[in-house]
T-cell receptor
């Protein structure tokens, strides 16, 4: 499989649940990103990882916890979310954090928090 | 990063050129102009980027004005599959051309291509 994949594609969870979103890239890239896209709002950058180290955290609440075990995989662990966290969560990758002219995006996970 | 201004929506007839404008009047000398698009229910897709010179690739052409305060993305022969939200983004790059991947997306332009 090529490109950037995300699982699951759709997720419904209660406010007390714990779930994880998974992203995998098969492009040999060293940088990976999480974005959030809420209804009627622009994409917001949440986290950036470069060579498995977090290099950017855009004031994201602690109920979102990223993990990057290697340069091909990125997770977003979710716990005690709020209904306003319902959104499309997009993962992206680029060759590197400092050579990021082109980011490749996955299809996203549509999250609904009840 | 400099802010961008784009029209909220545009229409284009299939087979005609689609010209999408973007204003970035506060752009600095070390900021690139990027264009991405997002087809409904998909992740964004990179189209093209440029610094000063006009650029062309298999998807589109990017025309940047001499003062760099505005640019136009041109889809030479629009098809129905080009219906999407188009984002114009400016992003910092240092003197060596290193561009950090901190893209700031705006609301974009909704392009609708009609048969």
């Amino acid at each position: 499989e090529t490109g950037v994949t995300q699982t699951p594609r759709h997720l419904v969870m209660g406010m007390t649940n714990k779930k994880s979103l998974k992203c995998e890239q098969h492009l040999g890239h060293n940088a990976m990103y999480w974005y959030k896209q809420s209804a009627k709002k622009p994409l917001e950058l949440m986290f950036v990882y470069s060579l498995e180290e977090r290099v950017e955290n855009n004031s994201v609440p602690s109920r979102f916890s990223p993990e990057c075990p290697n340069s091909s995989h990125l997770f977003l662990h979710l716990h005690t979310l709020q209904p306003e966290d319902s959104a499309l969560y997009l993962c992206a990758s680029s060759r590197s954090w400092t050579s990021a002219h082109e980011q490749f995006f996955g299809p996203g996970t549509r999250l609904t928090v009840l | 990063d400099a802010k961008t201004t784009q029209p909220t929506s545009m229409d284009c007839a299939e087979g005609r050129a689609a010209n999408l404008p973007c204003n970035h009047s506060t752009i600095s000398g070390n900021e690139y102009v990027y264009w991405y698009r997002q087809i409904h229910s998909q992740g964004p897709q990179y189209i093209i980027h440029g610094l000063k010179n006009n650029e062309t690739n298999e998807m589109a052409s990017l025309i940047i004005t001499e003062d760099r305060k505005s640019s136009t993305l041109i889809l030479p022969h629009a098809t129905l599959r080009d219906t999407a939200v188009y984002y114009c983004i400016v992003n910092f790059a240092n003197a060596g051309g290193t561009s950090y991947g901190k893209l700031t997306f705006g609301q974009g332009t909704i392009l609708t291509v009609h048969p």
